[in-house]
């Protein structure tokens, strides 16, 4: 018999999928339009860790959770981390924060993903509410802005198949190729390309000045501002022509416009900055408030969803967490050894930690070093529900296999919670609670209740209901042409560092270095020796070594952001030694 269910993992599709028994099919119907991603179609092939171990030693899942208890009890509560990644994107893995600050231990903040980005938007419109996936198909011209759709999110594809496609990426990609237009700007240099369209914009006469003038008022300072920027210098700075420049405005003219950005715009220390200005350009364009229009990025999943748990505790960054504060680490849905910035820092920080314990599915630099490792039920064996970041499709993940090895993160909590007298409700309340936000359209999908369709239609979330613009930049010039932009965006095998993991470093042929050929890659942080594979869709100035490479993380920093707790992996430039 076939039931239903939805992909777990950390990704903008949150596909729903009908499984057999024996195999994962896309659902037909809504969204996922009958296909999955390579993650999911060779799912089975990925062997999962079966025993619990202690020091290299298998033991039994019972001994584990007394070895767990034992850990905790030996510590004192402050001198507890519960560091939590996004291996497993659904809603219920946020139970272990419940048992974990109802304990008196410290959680983590801050992002490694998209928080510069999201604080840019919070700034500009006062909220962070996106444009779901089924207005960008009703769009006319849809701009990818450091996005990446046939690797991250290949279902908006169907939807934009006739629309217009601009795609700004300083990598000639898969979408790049067969799009109208394809900005191949130097990296790091969005917001001067913003600020410049949102300038010719308004010398142009083509601003909606009848939104501006109600939602965004202080449009001619921002002009102003706009107006510091030299344009012939800038220009050929960021290398993309006046031209180009009008022929983007041209395009964009009396159309419905869908601006998707990725993350790869703010992978920078002014990451926020950067966002706020292409927010601006889509302001000064009127996008907001109307069907098939707006900006597109990744939304809080859990925007109008409250949590049953308890999540009250002190908090210290996961972008330069100080693993070392603490005498006991508990890692769940994670692989800080990798995936964290300035991997050789977060080596030495963890090394003096007396108890770190892994809880998670695969094996990796994490389950390396741990004392303690529990293994994790995967979704098909235990019951959760899950929202998405690019839609406000709610869906249900009912168990649809019974699996002898693992434990859930509810019945790990649950046990903690026993052992140590703090409450905790049954997992049918915590779902119900969850199931409580959502509500069933007639096309039979369930969806976040009260979320809008087209955000900002009575204007934005500030204090007086207008968008704040940018009046200062602390952007800079990079005048040094020796070293070599670091890209580090995501790969079509993997899912950061979960299935196949590359190998690689890509660069332009024209540089000289032969395939196969190994190299030194070195930047202010640390050094990495990865073989060489050609890519000529990248730029001469910039190498490619994709999320998830061993060692990759050696090359970046784990300075955050300005004015937010968000890691910035491109930040640093590398050279590059045979
Ligand atoms: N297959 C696969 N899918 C995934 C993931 C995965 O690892 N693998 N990860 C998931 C996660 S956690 C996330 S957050 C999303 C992210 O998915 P995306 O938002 O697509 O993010 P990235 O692939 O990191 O980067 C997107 C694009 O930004 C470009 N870029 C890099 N630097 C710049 C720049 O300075 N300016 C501009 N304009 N573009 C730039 C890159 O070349 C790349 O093509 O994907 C999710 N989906
Ligand atoms: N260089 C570079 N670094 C990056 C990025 C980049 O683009 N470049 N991207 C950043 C971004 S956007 C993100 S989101 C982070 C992601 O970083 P992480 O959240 O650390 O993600 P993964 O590497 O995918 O590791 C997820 C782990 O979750 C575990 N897991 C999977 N399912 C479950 C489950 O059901 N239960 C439990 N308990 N565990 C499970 C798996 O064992 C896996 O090891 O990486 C960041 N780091
Ligand atoms: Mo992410």
New binding site residues.
Partial sequence: MNSITAC?L?CYDACEIVFDGNELKGLKSGHTQGFLCPHLNHYKKHAVIDKPRYKGKEITLDEALLKLKEILRSSEKERVLHYR????FALM?EVTDHFFASYGATLTEGS???GAGETGIIEGRGSNKNMPLHEVAKSDVVIFWGRNPHTTSSHILPLIKDKTVIVIDPVKTKIAKTADMHIQLKPHTDIFLAMMLSRFLHIENSCDTKFLEKYASEYEDYYELTQNIRIKSILDYIDVSLGKIGDVLSLLKDKKVAIVCG?GIQKYSDGVDIMRAIDAFAVMLGLFGKEGCGVSYLGSSRDNITSPFNTNALRVSKVDTEFSDYDSVFI?????L????DSLRVKESIKKVKNIVY????E?E?SEIADLIIP????LYKDDIRTSYSHNVISFMPKVKEGKSGIS?YDLSAYLCREFSIGIESEEFYIKHFKNFSIQRIDGSWYVENRDEVPYKEGFDTDDGEFVFLDEIDSEIDEDKEEFYLI???SQKS????FNREESVYLNDSLGFNEGELVTITSANGSVELKVKHNNDLREDCILIY??TKG??NL?SSKHALYTKS?I?QENKVKINR
Avoid at 332 to 336: E, I, L, S
Avoid at 359 to 362: C, K, P, Q, R, S
Avoid at 376 to 379: G, I, V, Y
């Fill in positions: 777990p950390d990644g996004s291996g497993n893995q490694l993903c998209d993350v769940q849905g994670a692989n800080p990798s995936q964290m910035p809880f998670g599915l695969y990796n994490t994790a039920k995967s979704f993160e580090t965006c995501k899912l950061n560092s979960q999320s998830g990759v993380n970046t890691a992996f």
